[in-house]
């Protein structure tokens, strides 16, 4: 198929579904957004229900169920870079090409991909392979590939120009098209042994180009303001029409002809609907071009379509967005779960109750903007996530719970010149605005109890208050510093952190605060005390600095990262964890001694916070709505080996289930061991399945078992007889009084 990528640039933006990636003693699940919030470059449709997708960071997705379930990649073949573009020629045969010159391709599906050599470190945004054989790869600085031989091998062809190609479509082995920046088009009638440019009165930066025939093919074009940006040719290029003359657009990035008369195309443009003014708008046409409908699902991401044969047609964008077409130009959005603001802060009660805030505000020209930051509220550990409301502000910067039902939330209302400080008492459902409003950005709320807290913000604003929030005073800080953060211990002794190396302390719960040393001009953005004496601040580029007398002297640690560090938590004297930009998590278990770097997340994202409630239990939430929790292992310790196993009672193996993954049954082996093995001494033995909240799914066995090997059959039913969804789950072996866990995958 064509493909267009000129977008990447434009987004400021599992591994498997809910696959982990395993960490020290632990793994961290993404959340979400689900399937992915990696944007989405390129998307290919096999059928009604069966669709695959590539993106940022190697992602791949494909469901062969309408999107009720999805098989995710990130790092596909061992890839980090983004992924532009797709191509298949049946159901199992297929390639996908991105930055560095990246060509994957598999041939099962998607499943399982294979890296091959391109001959070039520039980055190719568009391939199309016509056979199992023939195919071509076009990218920067004027780049055609062509291979002859599946991708094997890859030469390069003498394209005419040095402009950036985004999309490239051939009809059969000779004759196709190239497009690209500054309204460039490329025809051969050769197989590309000669590429000729053809004139068009367009000045947009052409992104995707798709024929139908040889004859009939539509090209769309990017450019804010720009003419002409999308062309159509009933001869084969010789002549360009140019069917939306006189639309505004600020881009257009792809288009798909169905057939002659039907074409879809997609567009971020503005004065649409009073409602969405300006957003990306679904455009289609049933007469070949002369009149559009268009449906507005009132966002600002680029999207990609594509449409099999028979109509069928999905779409993929920023944000790791889906939509579906349902039937003429309307789009069902199928996305599972999750949202595409930016999370700030992340607040949890326990393993089950938590909740989280972010930013949301969209601009809409000539009418009002709308800013209401978006609360989220989990009661399940994270599992499901509820949308309930938000604040009337542009941006919450912080949110703190003393109990299940009151919290408090501080942000920044932009359009009303009015700082917030919010309030609920039901849980987050509904938020009330609470005592006196400040005249200065609020950055961060604690709270100890139902009436003693602090917040803190810029311009080295710090406020208390002792009865409930009714009445807010401010304490003299002593700085103009913009401070970001605030920590308490107890009602007299508490930290504040801020720009510049700002630490400020206090031991009489605000009434005087005196400035620490901390040897840093960095910002400091967040700061942790586990007690009295020892606490953490992190900030900008990995600073991370340990005092363990209270602040009277602060000492730097060695981060291991250079990127900015947005919050700190540490869940006692040893273990505690810090993170990022660029997805970055670090993690100790000495104090700080030694930081160690967590395995790559399956995202680009800025982590803002992070929140553990015990050793085992974590949340970081940061850009794009990401959320991952971190579930540890248990720690237990190892019985003393005998000289003979065999004598140890209860003592025993657990092997890892096969297959894994899964998709309908799977085996588990396990061996069991008595005092003799002659001797008839059976042992209580159960084999259990649990899901990732750490629910029973399955009683598998539980009985008295002689010594011996033993293999156990799970079919990936529940014990009500129903299939589970697919996922990551968890099955447990307990021999006498001895336990032994380990991890498996089901994939539908």
Known sequence: MGSIKP???????????????MAQNGKWFQQAPKPTGNSLFDVFVFDSTTVIAVGELGTVIKTTDDGESWYIQAYASGTSVSLHSLSFVDSNIGWA???????IKTTDGGEVWTPLTSGTTRRLYGVDFVDANNGWAVGDSGTILKSTDGGASWNSQTSGTTQRLYSVDFVNDRKGWAVGNNATILKTTNGGVNWVSLANESTASLCDVHFVNDSTGWIAGNGVWKENHVLKTTNGGTDWTYPMSGWLFWGMYSIHAVDENIVYLVAITEYSYPACPFSTQFFMTTDGGENWSRYAPCHTYALVIHFDKEGHGWAVGGGGLIYKNIGGNSWSKKNRSGYTFPIHSVDFLNADTGWAVGSYCEYRPHATCECKSPVIRTTNGGEVWSYDGGMNCARCYSIDFINADTGWIVGWAEVMSIDRINYATDGGVIWYQRGNQINTTPRSVFFLDSEIGWIVGDEGAILNTTDNGINWIYQESGTEKDLQDVCFVDAETGWVVGYEGTILSTTNGGTEWNSQASETQAALLSVDFVDAFTGWAVGDSGTIINTSNGG???????????????????????????????????????????????????????????????????????????????????ETEAPEDPEDPEEMPGAFRLGQNYPNPFNSTTTIPFTVHGKQKTVNSPVRTTLKVYNIRGQLVKVLMDQEKFPGNYEV????????????????????LKVGDITETKKLVLLK
């Open 7 to 21: 977008f990447t640039g434009f987004f400021l933006l599992l591994i498997l579904m809910s696959t982990s990636l």
């Open 97 to 103: 090409v991105g930055d560095s010159g990246t060509v």
């Open 552 to 634: 009277l002297e602060w000492l730097q640690q060695k981060s291991g990262t250079e990127h900015c560090l947005f919050s700190v938590d540490f869940v006692d004297a040893d273990r505690g964890w810090a993170v990022g930009y660029a997805a970055t998590i670090i993690k100790t278990t000495d104090g700080g001694i030694t930081w160690t770097h967590e395995p790559p997340l399956p995202t680009r994202a800025t982590l803002e916070a992070v929140h553990f409630v015990d050793a085992n239990t974590g949340w970081v939430t940061g850009s794009g709505g990401v959320i991952f929790k971190f579930i540890g292992e248990e």
């Open 713 to 732: 059959l799970w079919d990936g039913k529940n014990k009500h007889g129903n299939s589970v969804s697919s996922g990551v789950y968890f099955y447990q």
